[in-house]
């Protein structure tokens, strides 16, 4: 049923990943899906950017990588492929943008127990779970 899942993962929050981790190795181990690890590192103020050396996305982006392929190590996926991915910008377009670019046909993903903030504006689980084209698994922490 589902070939390519997506987990988004929040390497600031890796203690709340381990459940998150463990439930889309199920899916995918049961399945044999390709998986892919994304992380989303949100960009620096333009205020700030101006002092940063030139390779500071291109530094980033490699050990945000190695990290995420630290992670996946540690977790049994299945017979599928792991696939280790990292952009810039905000969160949820990241996340839906990318889930488009692979195909995904599901997004595994993890949610705080929402506050009034979020209902004011919405958190990032809940935006992707409105506009993603595939099925969002949610898991709680």
């Given at each position: 049923?589902?070939?390519?899942?997506?987990?988004?993962?929040?390497?600031?929050?890796?203690?709340?990943?381990?459940?998150?981790?463990?439930?889309?190795?199920?899916?995918?181990?049961?399945e044999g899906a390709d998986?892919?690890?994304?992380n989303v590192i949100y960009?620096?103020?333009?205020?700030?950017?101006?002092?940063?050396?030139?390779?500071?996305?291109?530094?980033?982006?490699?050990?945000?990588?190695?990290?995420?392929?630290?992670?996946?190590?540690?977790?049994?996926?299945?017979?599928?492929?792991?696939?280790?991915?990292?952009?810039?910008?905000?969160?949820?377009?990241?996340?839906?943008?990318?889930?488009?670019?692979?195909?995904?046909?599901?997004?595994?993903?993890?949610?705080?127990?929402?506050?009034?903030?979020?209902?004011?504006?919405?958190?990032?689980?809940?935006?992707?779970?409105?506009?993603?084209?595939?099925?969002?698994?949610?898991?709680?922490?």
């Amino acid at each position: 049923m589902f070939r390519t899942i997506l987990v988004p993962v929040d390497l600031e929050h890796l203690e709340h990943s381990k459940e998150l981790l463990r439930v889309a190795a199920q899916f995918a181990s049961q399945e044999g899906a390709d998986v892919h690890l994304l992380n989303v590192i949100y960009g620096p103020p333009a205020v700030v950017s101006q002092y940063l050396p030139a390779d500071y996305e291109k530094k980033a982006s490699a050990d945000t990588k190695a990290k995420l392929e630290r992670v996946a190590g540690a977790v049994e996926f299945g017979a599928g492929k792991v696939v280790c991915a990292v952009r810039h910008g905000n969160s949820y377009p990241e996340i839906l943008d990318y889930s488009e670019e692979i195909k995904a046909d599901l997004i595994v993903m993890a949610s705080h127990r929402p506050g009034v903030a979020d209902y004011l504006l919405g958190s990032t689980a809940a935006r992707v779970v409105r506009h993603a084209a595939c099925s969002v698994f949610v898991v709680r922490h």
